[in-house]
């Protein structure tokens, strides 16, 4: 880590690609809610799923939306706030670095942070936009929100078929914006892969796409995908434990420790939640995390994160 943050530091890499997954949101107290076992699943017993995943697999939505809808209402955004990896990634933008960040996780936290849209790609969708699973025709978010808050089901105004956020499902297409990768990958003079298993397709792939002279590293709880292999690969690193305090010590290697702080706590102060946030998401009561009182800002170390992504 300490030779990329040299690289860094030295003006050799200015077009900088971060591949983001669960593992970087656990600090925020979010659960990996792909991983069944999380809690989040066991809100969904009483649906009698065949199998935990189906919850957002498109076919079974077609059938039957309640499953998913109980679970989205622990999901909306609203409870969490971004934690330093997430202002880290931010300051990446901040000092000119970043070209862009391709996250798999649904949260909006990276939004939240302040990464402006241009900077972003939610490859697993988000529920900023919701449409008709069926036609696709777009559907207002907030009224989706409200409809799915107060189990009622959206419907759509062209065809009465059920209305999603426009979170990706199984069998779903990644949004067109995901397609900037193959401009995106071979531009990169570093690539940095943070809390990801590299387990789901096509994320797994596409770390193997920059040029085979780019750095890559690795900052996770366990190696994953081409990392597993012994020797890594000329200009591949990796930095394996606690997420968060691995980007801390990369920040201080870069010496940007005081400033992504002070960007955290102007960011955090204003933002208080329950003014905008919070007001909209009073009642999860499938969370299993129980009332609307968002978490704290600044987060230990929960038990959720040792379940960070293999
Ligand atoms: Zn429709």
């Known amino acids: ?24 949101s656990t600090a925020s107290g979010i659960p990996d809610f792909r991983t069944p076992g999380t809690g989040l699943y066991a809100n969904l017993e009483q649906y009698k799923l065949p199998y935990p995943e189906a919850v957002f697999s498109i076919d079974y939505f077609s059938d039957d939306p309640l499953p998913f809808f109980s679970l989205a209402k622990a999901l909306y955004p609203g409870h969490h706030r971004p934690n330093y990896i997430h202002y880290f990634v931010r300051m990446l933008h901040h000092k000119g670095l970043l070209l862009r960040v391709y996250t798999q996780n649904i949260d909006g936290l990276e939004r939240l942070c ?65 397609f900037l990768h193959a401009e995106d990958f ?34 996770n709880r366990h190696a994953v ?4 292999r012994v020797p890594l690969r000329r200009g591949d690193h990796m930095e394996l434990g606690d997420l968060e305090v691995t980007v801390r010590r990369l920040a201080q290697m870069l010496g940007w420790s ?25 009642s ?27």
């Open 1 to 24: 880590m300490a030779s990329v943050a040299r690289l860094v530091k030295l003006g050799r890499c200015r077009n900088v690609v971060v591949v983001a997954g669960a593992g970087i």
């Open 114 to 178: 302040g990464i402006p849209e241009d900077k972003l790609v939610e490859a697993h969708g988000s529920f900023r936009t919701a449409s008709c699973h069926l036609c696709y025709t777009s559907y207002p978010a907030a009224e989706a929100q409200a409809a799915i808050m107060s189990d009622q089901v959206p419907v759509c105004s062209f065809c009465a078929a059920t209305v999603k956020p426009d979170v990706v499902f199984f069998g779903e297409d990644l949004p067109q914006k995901y």
């Open 186 to 219: 071979p531009k990169a003079d570093l690539l940095i892969i943070m809390g990801t298993s590299l387990q789901i397709e096509p994320f797994a792939s596409l770390v193997n796409t920059v040029r085979s002279t780019v750095p890559r590293l690795l900052l």
């Open 225 to 228: 995908g081409p990392f597993q």
């Open 258 to 282: 005081g400033e992504i702080e002070e960007l955290m706590s102007t960011q955090e102060t204003q933002r208080r939640p329950g003014s905008r946030s919070g007001r909209m998401l009073a």
């Open 284 to 310: 999860p009561g499938v969370s299993g995390r129980g009332g609307s009182s968002p978490p704290p800002l600044k987060t230990g170390h929960s038990e959720e994160e040792k379940k960070e992504a293999a």
